[in-house]
């Protein structure tokens, strides 16, 4: 089945920063990758998401790249802030809706 | 901005025993999902539920789990017989559309089996 693997597992960086967190999958049938933001105590959190026809898109600080030859997916955080700290799941699926989780990248930002 | 809901927040049990967790969709979609995360794992799919039917269900699913939704609102998750490795955290996640579409999470139950 579709396996997504996440890099790096940790993540330091200074505030203003900027974070790059990568993802790769296996199945090349996956059209949509979405990102979510975890804090402690709550539930994912959707924050960008990209579909397979697209190859970047951005969201104000937060951008999002996709390369479909090499199956593997980025989410960029540009002018990093203390509160971007979380841990961060990308996920893939294949329209049947099913999120396939990558384990997660723990992302501390320090003023 | 709409949201997904889930109660309780923290749900104590023991073993063998039958727990039922709880969650309101967003008003407006129509898929709905339920996926626990065991702490400091990732998130694992574990069923997902369309017209009153299940559509697709994980390993993790077997005979002890069962969703249901009891009226217009409300989507349920039902363990029968609780085990201790049952305890994570269960969220649930309800999305407008099938395929490519977004899907948003409550802030889940935390699951403890003594």
């Known amino acids: 089945g579709e396996n997504v693997e996440q890099h790096p597992s940790t993540l330091s960086v200074q505030e203003g920063d900027s974070a790059v967190i990568k993802c790769t999958y296996s199945?090349?049938?996956?059209?949509?990758f979405p990102w979510y933001k975890q804090e402690l105590g709550k539930g994912p959190q959707l924050i960008i998401d990209?579909?397979?026809?697209?190859g970047e898109k951005k969201d104000q600080r937060i951008a999002v790249t996709l390369n479909k030859t090499a199956k593997h997916f980025s989410l960029h955080i540009t002018e990093t802030q203390p509160e971007d700290s979380a841990v961060y799941f990308c996920?893939?699926?294949?329209?049947?809706?099913?999120?396939?989780f990558g384990t997660g990248t723990r992302l501390q930002v320090f003023p | 901005e709409p949201e997904v809901t889930q109660t309780p927040s923290h749900q104590v049990t023991q073993m063998g025993q039958e727990v039922i967790l709880r969650c309101v969709p967003i008003?407006?979609?129509?898929?709905f999902y339920w996926y626990r995360q065991i702490l400091g794992q990732k998130v694992e799919f574990l069923v997902s539920?369309?017209?009153?039917?299940?559509?697709?269900k994980s390993e993790i699913f077997d005979d002890q789990f069962s969703v249901e939704r009891p009226d217009g609102s409300n989507f349920t998750l039902k363990i029968r017989s609780t085990k201790l490795e049952d305890s994570a955290m269960y969220f649930c996640?309800?999305?407008?559309?099938?395929?490519?579409?977004?899907?948003?999470f409550g802030d889940g139950t935390r699951l403890s089996i003594l």
């Open positions: 996640a309800s999305s407008a559309g099938q395929g490519a579409q977004p899907q948003h």
């Open positions: 008003s407006n979609h129509l898929y």
């Open positions: 199945d090349s049938a996956s059209n949509y």
């Open positions: 996920a893939a699926s294949k329209g049947t809706d099913k999120l396939i």
């Open positions: 539920f369309y017209n009153n039917e299940i559509s697709e």
């Open positions: 990209i579909r397979s026809n697209v």
